[in-house]
């Protein structure tokens, strides 16, 4: 199958060609015909499969193609929603390389930058708009933004658009969109609760799962360390000694510890970054653009660099401390092995986060090979007490909560804050 099979049209082609694309990836192959015959549609492939041209390309040839594109009212006739700055820039970037024998107007607005050159450009007119909900919705009401000729609506990461931590922003942005309209969810994981919200959104999608849901790649080599939490600096350290991790993306829970792992980092002679919710934007992109250009060996990140970002030629990503939501670790080691490359992951567990090893093993439907044979075994295997581990707030409620349960539902709703 080539993307000619595809009937792509010829300006398309030959961006792609020169992007090195020579055939269409399985999610790809799967999705376009039914996009392009402006049907619904819920896409499930595993991470860095290809699902952003996998919406790109048709997008770009319906709107090429429409003759009310042509003749219809001016205005944004595509709407592109994405939970992280990062991935809506990424986003963007894609459209401009394969739309660029093409004249459709694309831009991105994001929040935590001056919003004046966003406006500029929705002021000179825009064809396709890539955006965070925040900035969106802030512009919406500030009438620099108006959705009444959108098409079509993509979430891309859909079940994060639709957990706790956006819904709300979603569902009101929603509501300003036309009923008629095409809408395009994709996603490598989708809880089920979350696809039966995502059906009351779509109308009559077709569903294109081409690996199952929340899959790992088999691309990325897993390995797990059991470790002691006091010890985990000294095991990073220890395996960061080898010289054949290139890159490493290293994921930790908090903003704080992020600082905290790339001063050990640095302090040890290891050029590292962090990139998280309390640095500026400015910051957060200069941070990803110099451990994309290779200039910073590790980047040190909480979960706004799970989703989306594609870095070439990463090739470790190592859990400091694992995620609470089980579908968080698929994303955040999905930022290797992309694109048929090959890659590793490790992760640290310390007693604590057994049970978060467990729900992954769940999730993913295989188990985590175990690294025995490390310097830093873990001794310590008690884990405090319940009562212990609630935060204080928590605790001084006097809530029943099943501790895991209450501690997915802080997650959600704190997630998109990181
Ligand atoms: P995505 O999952 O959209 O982030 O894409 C993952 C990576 O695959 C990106 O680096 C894309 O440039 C690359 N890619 C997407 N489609 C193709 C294709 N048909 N052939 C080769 N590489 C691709």
Redesign the pocket.
């Known amino acids: 199958m080539s993307f000619k099979n595809l009937e792509i049209i010829e300006p398309v082609l030959r961006a792609?060609e020169e992007?090195?694309?020579?055939?269409?990836?399985p999610i790809?192959e799967r999705s376009i015909p039914v996009l392009l015959q402006r049907k619904d549609l819920l896409g499930c492939a595993q991470?860095?499969?290809?699902?952003?041209?996998a919406f790109a390309i048709p997008i770009l040839q319906l709107l090429h193609n429409d003759e009310l594109y042509r003749k219809g009212p001016a205005g944004i006739k595509t709407l592109i929603l994405t939970p992280t700055r990062e991935l809506a820039i990424q986003i963007g970037d894609?459209f401009k390389a394969y739309g660029k024998y093409m004249r459709i107007r694309h831009t991105v607005i994001f929040g935590g930058v001056p919003q004046r050159s966003q406006t500029d450009a929705l002021r000179a007119g825009v064809d396709i708009l890539i955006a965070t909900p925040g900035r969106l919705l802030d512009l919406i009401n500030q009438r620099y933004v108006r959705l009444e000729h959108i098409r079509m609506l993509v979430l891309d990461e859909a079940d994060r658009m639709l957990d706790m931590g956006f819904i709300h922003d979603v569902k009101k942005i929603i509501a300003k969109v036309p009923t008629k309209r095409q809408t395009i969810f994709f996603s490598a994981t989708m809880p089920t609760e979350i696809a039966s919200l995502a059906n009351t959104i779509l109308s009559n999608p077709v569903r294109v799962e081409v690996t199952p849901a929340s899959s790992t790649a088999n691309t990325v080599r897993q390995e797990l360390y059991y470790v002691d939490k006091g010890n985990k600096k000294k095991l990073l350290l220890d395996l960061l000694t080898d010289t054949s991790i290139n890159t490493a993306l290293v994921f930790t829970r908090t903003k704080h510890g992020a600082d905290r792992v790339a001063k050990d980092l640095n302090k040890a002679g290891i050029s590292a970054e962090a990139i998280h919710g309390n640095k500026s934007q400015n910051a957060r992109q200069r941070a990803l653009k110099n451990f994309k250009l290779q200039k910073t060996r590790v980047l040190v990140a909480t979960d706004i660099a799970a989703r989306?970002i594609?870095i070439?030629e990463l090739s470790h990503v190592i859990n400091f401390e694992l995620p609470n939501v089980p579908e968080t670790y698929v994303h955040r080691i999905g930022r290797t092995g992309?694109?048929g490359a090959s890659g590793i992951s490790i992760s640290f567990c310390d007693a604590e986060e057994k049970a978060y090893v467990k729900d992954i093993h769940k999730l993913i439907g295989k188990t985590i090979p175990v690294v025995e044979n490390h310097a830093y075994p873990l001794v310590n295997h008690s884990v405090l007490p319940k009562e212990k581990q609630r935060p204080s707030s928590t605790r001084n409620a006097g809530r029943k909560n099943d501790f895991r349960n209450s501690k997915r539902k802080r997650y959600h709703q704190k997630a998109g804050r990181n």
């Open positions: 792609l992007e090195g694309y020579v055939k269409p990836t790809q991470t860095g499969t290809g699902k952003t041209a894609s989306g594609d070439d992309r694109a």
